[in-house]
């Protein structure tokens, strides 16, 4: 069976957790304490050198350490329930989406909250090498993130998803990020109208967490 490394308040697994869950994927779960450092415990570095979650064992044995390997295996070995569409244009609608929610929208947080938190002084982007807080990634990572905001309310004016008129990996990513934004005090009021309502009928969703 699937084995997911996972951490119950951190976002980035979050995202393999809720299209695990959407697709109706069993699996096993390892808890990984982040808050205790234990993703770079020698323990964890000989499960995964990148000192990250996710990670993901597949029913083959191997380990995918990555949101865009875990969903590309996700889609492939469990087809039944598509997350990226189904024609050549809707694949294309719902990839453009996810890459916007993830560098418009994921990274700008991560560019506040890494460069800000005391609890990450040199520690500024994950993995296994320390970097140094930069206080000016920060201020334009909420500028990026506040923008971004405005940006998914008009998308989201008269669609009841992101991409392609289906519930897809953008949605779920997007709710992910929304909710994360909270982290670095940003979250959508009444001028993202549209924004609320999706966030709403995602809510309703029986697989979201």
């Not at 994921?106 to 090498?129: C, F, H, K």
């Not at 140094?132 to 405005?150: D, S, T, Y």
Request: proline residues 7%; aromatic residues 8%.
């Amino acid at each position: 069976m699937i084995t997911l490394y996972d951490c119950a308040t951190a976002p980035s697994p979050r995202r393999a957790r809720l299209l695990l869950a959407a697709k109706g994927i069993a699996h096993n779960t390892v808890e990984i304490d982040l808050r205790r450092g234990e993703q770079l415990s020698e323990a964890y570095r000989q499960i995964n050198p990148q000192c990250t979650v996710p990670a993901l064992r597949t029913e083959e044995g191997d380990l995918l350490t990555d949101n865009a390997a875990i969903a590309a295996y996700l889609e492939a070995r469990y087809p039944a329930v598509t997350m990226f569409g189904i024609t050549p244009q809707d694949k294309a609608e719902i990839a453009s989406w996810q890459w916007r929610v993830e560098f418009e929208g994921l990274m700008p947080i991560a560019e506040v909250l890494r460069n800000t938190s005391p609890a990450m002084v040199n520690r500024a982007l994950p993995g296994p090498v320390n970097y140094p807080q930069i206080a000016a990634l920060a201020e334009r990572g909420l500028a990026r993130l506040q923008h971004f905001f405005v940006e998914l309310n008009e998308r989201l004016a008269g669609r009841e998803f992101i991409a392609a008129g289906q519930l897809s990996i953008a949605d779920i990513t997007a709710v992910v990020a929304v909710d994360f934004a909270r982290a670095a005090k940003v979250k959508p009021d009444e001028r993202h109208p549209h924004l609320l309502r999706w966030r709403t009928a995602m809510a309703q969703n029986p697989f979201m967490d």
